[in-house]
């Protein structure tokens, strides 16, 4: 059990994160004080063409100098900063969260390499190799806050009512399969793709060998990164149209492939074989995030909750319709998506 | 006369606002109007007692009125999942949706629900002796529909503008007692395991008359076809749908 709600204003207004901290805390009871995080887009507009690295230190000794070695060798660090934090008695500071505004050199790792090559080598390299640090977002103009504590006691502790974004996307965790911890904690990032996850998903093992084959490496102990590295694989590596890849995710059963018009079932068919190991078994309500847009989808037989609202520009994906409610007492409209059917909101 | 008590619940957490339902009740307090309701979980839960009425204004939170026995409820809004969650005695109405397992596990009483709800609704109903559930949805309902249902008695009206009462799959999956009743197509592919299409019968008829005449009476609905139109009736194929799945016998 988790609690998400997730806001896009698709004229890109900006919001701050004040009504977000207020409704995500309602939900408080589908978490255990063990994790919780916020993501907001277009939060760093005087840096909006460099890669905002975010890293968990451990201290700010060796890990550091180890991983700026590594940016130094792939890059340029315009500008970074500790991220300014706020002592809160219900949570302790177990990590010291940083930032980078880096721009790769894209000869750096050879003439193939794109920028964002180069930004996934460098999460795989420091992730792997160098203890006591931890790139958790990797992604241009977008901020992560995240930690070990309550909804409330997170945003307080980042005081995300000082950031403005047009997407916000908000988790509040209750860790069932492995340990709560700061890199466990939802939004995970990978370049403009960010997921908030309630639920499991049971088909983990087979996901992320399929995800290794194509060079990804899981870090984070938590199968939410596999939605992340597999939406970033279909969509921006296999560059499947968003309904496509959600569909390739959650495709309809055999039994109901069976009885659709040929051309159909033939296509249904195809996807289905083609990413076999990529389909996300198990019970789940996603919002995946990038600079275009939000989606939320759940599992194909609904084993958790998945309401939407809109508002004027406003779409809103949450648990629960009281969490929407705290932020938009009047939705011009309210409704709960049919399993594994993506709801898209995107920027105008 | 009634008397009546209202509190105002902005901000207030479950436990100290069924706190104050309980003592109301105890009180001899029959109305009990909770305003700025938003999100509260348990509203209600395990409550007894005669002539008593709640009226939630507001989306009240998940597991609304379980295990209640005797006193009615009214919400002006839509509900989160599983409203009247093994409820023993007494009545919802829920003047909106619902989400997923409505009247999960239901052993008693009535549930009302003016419009469509979630997944999943009726899972595990079940009756003994004197005590038969019963759930009334209004418009329509998604997959699963009374899946694993042991008794009672569920109704859709298939009221939906353009939306088939249901057409998603597993309607009755595992049913093993009890009875839906679905006014509409239901094609025999969205039939689970278990359950099996049956005659609708006068004598069905006249059981679900006075339920859809509390649903009218309820929400202000004057629809006569809904006394007269025909109604698929779905019951369980046998009392042990997975008796082959157990190798020991």
């Known amino acids: ?39 907001v887009y277009g939060a760093f507009p005087e840096f909006a063409d460099y890669y905002a690295i975010h890293v968990f230190y451990d201290d700010l000794i060796g890990p550091k100098t180890a991983v700026e070695e590594e940016l130094d060798k792939v890059g340029t660090v315009k500008h970074d900063e500790e991220i300014p934090t706020f002592e809160q008695p219900n949570l302790k500071k177990r990590h010291i969260p940083w930032r980078y505004f880096f721009k790769p050199n894209v000869t750096a790792l050879g003439t193939t390499a794109s920028e964002e090559d180069i930004l996934v080598y460098l999460m795989k390299k420091v992730n792997t190799t160098i203890p006591g640090a931890l790139i958790y977002s990797t992604g241009k103009n977008i901020a992560i806050f995240k930690a070990a504590g309550w909804p409330e006691d997170v945003a307080d502790f980042y005081r995300i009512q000082d950031y403005e974004g047009y997407i916000w996307l908000s988790h509040n965790r209750y860790p069932t399969n492995t340990a709560g911890w700061w890199g466990g904690a939802h939004p995970f990032n990978l370049l403009d793709w960010s997921v908030v996850h309630n639920g499991e998903i049971t088909s983990y093992g087979t996901n992320k060998r399929y995800l290794e084959s194509f060079g990804y490496v899981c870090t984070m102990h938590t199968d939410t990164e596999v939605v992340a590295y597999l939406t970033d694989l279909l969509q921006r590596q296999h560059k499947l149209p968003e309904e496509l890849a959600f569909k390739a995710l959650t495709p309809p059963f055999w039994d109901e492939i069976d009885i659709m018009p040929e051309k159909e079932r033939e296509f249904n068919t195809a996807l289905r074989m083609t990413y076999s190991p990529a389909m996300m078994n198990g019970p789940f309500a996603i919002v995946v995030a990038s600079s275009e847009g939000i989606a939320g989808i759940t599992d194909r037989i609904k084993l958790r909750p998945l309401v939407a609202a809109e508002k004027g520009d406003r779409l809103y994906l949450s648990s629960e319709e009281a969490a929407i409610r705290v932020m938009e007492p009047a939705p011009d409209r309210i409704w709960m998506p049919r399993a594994g059917e993506p709801v898209i909101g995107r920027v105008y | 006369m009634k008397n009546s008590k209202t509190i105002d619940a902005k901000g207030m957490h479950y436990t100290p606002l069924n706190k104050e339902i309980r003592a109301a009740v105890k009180d001899g307090v029959t109305e009990i109007i909770l305003n700025n309701i938003n999100g509260q979980r348990f509203i209600g839960n395990g409550l007894r007692g005669e002539d008593v009425t709640i009226i939630v204004n507001g989306v009240p939170g998940g597991d609304l009125c379980m295990f209640m026995s005797g006193p009615t409820c009214i919400v002006h809004a839509n509900a989160e999942h599983a409203p009247g969650n093994t409820l023993d005695r007494g009545k919802i109405f829920i003047h909106g949706t619902a989400g997923d397992a409505v009247a999960h596990s239901m052993r008693g009483g009535e549930v009302y629900v003016r419009d469509s709800i979630g997944y999943r609704g009726g899972i595990h109903m079940k009756e003994y002796k004197d005590k038969c559930p019963v759930l009334v949805v209004g418009e329509y309902t998604r997959a699963f529909l009374g899946e694993y249902m042991a008794g009672g008695i569920l109704i859709v009206l298939g009221r939906g503008k353009d939306q088939p009462p249901v057409d998603e799959r597993g309607v009755g999956t595992g049913i093993h007692g009890g009875e839906l009743y679905i006014r509409g197509e239901v094609p025999d592919h969205l039939l689970g395991i278990g359950a099996e299409k049956k005659p609708f019968t006068e004598a069905d008829r006249e059981k679900i ?23 698929v009736h779905i019951g369980p194929s046998s009392a042990r749908p997975f008796a082959e799945k157990y190798c020991w016998e």
């Open chain 2, 209 to 231: 008359r006075p339920y859809i005449e509390k649903y009218c009476r309820e929400f202000g609905v004057d629809e006569p076809e809904l006394y007269i139109d025909e109604y």
């Open chain 1, 1 to 39: 059990m988790c609690g998400i709600i997730s806001v896009i204003d698709r004229k890109k207004n900006p919001m701050d994160g004040t009504a977000i901290r207020e409704a995500l805390s309602i939900m408080d009871e589908r978490g255990n004080g063990e994790g919780a995080g916020y993501a």
